[in-house]
Structures are given as C-alpha cells and as structure tokens.
C-alpha cells in the first residue's frame, strides 16, 4: 500500500554515498551531493557530524557545510572531542585528540559553525563536563551523554545538568560491562533523557531493540543512522576523517582487525523497516521515531512529506517519491 509519511529528520550523519563529511578537503559542493543522494531515502532534514577531531580539521569541515547551502542542513552535531579515551567507549574516535570539556574550546567551534552546533555529544565522566552542559542548555544548544564510561553517579549529574538524550544507545562503551548498574542501564531509567538508536541489526541485536524501545517508549526514541560514507555504497574500504574504515559484504562497518563498530552503511528507511521487524511497533511510531521526535527534540518542524509503498506482508518500506518542502 501507499503511505505518506512526514520527511525523515536524522540527527546523525558522518557521510553519505562515498563522501566523508569529517574529511577536511572535502568539498561544498561534494556534501550538496551526498544530502541530494540521501534526500532519495526520505531524509529532508539532517544535523551533519563531526566527530573528533583538532580544530583546523573541524573548521574546514565545517566551513565545507556552510558552503554546501544545501537546505538540508539544519545544524551541526558535534561528537567529541569531549569523550572517554578508553578503547570500547571511545569508539573510532582518535584518542590523540580527544580533550577535556571547556567552554572556551566550544566556543571557538560554534564561532567557527556560526552558531550552527545544535547538538553536543560528550561524555559526563570527562574533566569540565557538568559546567559544559549548564552553559550548552542555557545557550539553547541540546546535550547527548555517549562515548562513555560514566559511572550512576556521574550519568545523573549530567541528567541534573540538563543532558537529554542518549547517543547511540548500546554503543560508544566497553565492550563488556558489569549487569548493574552500568550507563546503559541507568540511561535507560533516566526519564528525561532520550534515546537514539542505531537499528542496523549490527550495533543492536533485535531483541535489545524491543527492549529499549518498550523502555523509553516510541515517543521517547529516535533513529539516527550514524552514517559514514560508506552508506549506499557497494562493499569497500572507506574513512570517516583519517580513521579507515570496511564495510563488509553483510553491511557491517568495522575498524579493521577489531571488533570495534565504525558508524553504520545505513540509511532511514532501512531503519524504519527494521524498527517495525525488531520493536513490533507500527509504520506510523517509526516514522514518527525517525522524523517528528528529531525535530521535536531540536525544537524544530519536520520539512515535506515521504511517499512510500509499505508491504505489511513482507514489512518492507521503498521510498516512491520525496517532497522537501524547502
């Protein structure tokens, strides 16, 4: 059947069809590229990410965005540098330039994005991270807790500061974690936080989606595909900024030669299709968990409409046609 669905709004995007927003030679005109290339999997709005990284990379990527002037663009997510730098949590981020959280550092970065960061990702465990978070939510720019290894007392601290959602839920922490407490429990419990969730069936396994979307609820979670260049891309070998990255034949990004997860080939109608398989909820709560709950979250609209054909047989969605309404 035929379904008209809100545009896709995802709050994390690396990169897209072989273009790796975090490179810094990359350029405007490529990243216009790559956001018309994704409009194709519903997607209208998006916050572009960058990931850890030294200030002169940050800027030229930055300044690559701003040039881009794709209507698209409705802000900077910023993950890191301000995370843990033990392996597991840390992720694909490059622990040589990971750093303490200051708010000088911040705003240099939101002087150079023109006051474009709109999301900060930080972990609430690092040197500077609780006055951090006080002077984000009274700028107006939203705080997410990932890439860490905080303990209860810390993630509630961050909670009590204002953060509010949880990036990538599951993921960006140890590889093994005590049963409880650990911070993906205490995430989860946290009512004023949201979730955002990779639903790849790489970072989460189907069951573990279940569970965490009956804990927040659908309201309270958000998909996000994390991707990085490899995205609607055959298998290969790719980098998000100077990191290399592989993106297997089964859709898997990894770290060569580790078990570490890299970022995700996945784009938002897949994640939709895969929420309605592994949550069991409805084509309308996914579509909501990966659209208006964004921009809700940001205080922003959705822009234009997805039309879609939706098979309730084989719970498989294809995008028809795409409305930006920008």
Known sequence: ???????????????FAGVDFNDPVTSGEAIAGALDRMRAT????????????????????????????????????????????????????????????????????QDICGGGIRLVTLAPEVPGAIPLIEHLVASGVRVALGHTAATPAQVADAVKAGATLATHLGNGCAQMLPRHPNVIWELLAADEVHASLIVDGHHLPPPTVKAMVRAKGPERTILVTDA????????????????????????????????????????MDKAIQNSVRFAGVSLEAAAAMASTNAARFLGLDTAGTVTAEWSVERLELRVVAVHTGL
């Open 1 to 15: 059947m035929i379904v008209e669905l809100p545009g896709f709004f995802d709050l994390q995007v690396n990169g």
């Open 42 to 109: 519903g997607v209208t709005r998006c916050l572009p990410t960058f990931i850890t990284s030294p200030l002169e990379e940050f800027t030229a990527c930055a300044r690559a965005v701003t040039a881009s002037q794709h209507p698209a663009v409705a802000g900077i997510h910023m993950e890191g540098p301000y995370i843990s730098p033990e392996d597991g949590a840390r992720g694909a981020h490059r622990r040589a330039h990971v750093a303490p959280a200051r708010i000088d550092d911040f705003e240099r970065r």
């Open 228 to 267: 990085i260049a490899a995205a609607a891309c055959a298998a290969g070998t790719f980098t998000i900024g100077e990191v290399t990255c592989v993106l297997g034949e089964d859709g898997r990004v990894s770290l060569p030669g580790t078990p570490y997860l890299a970022g995700s080939a996945l784009t």
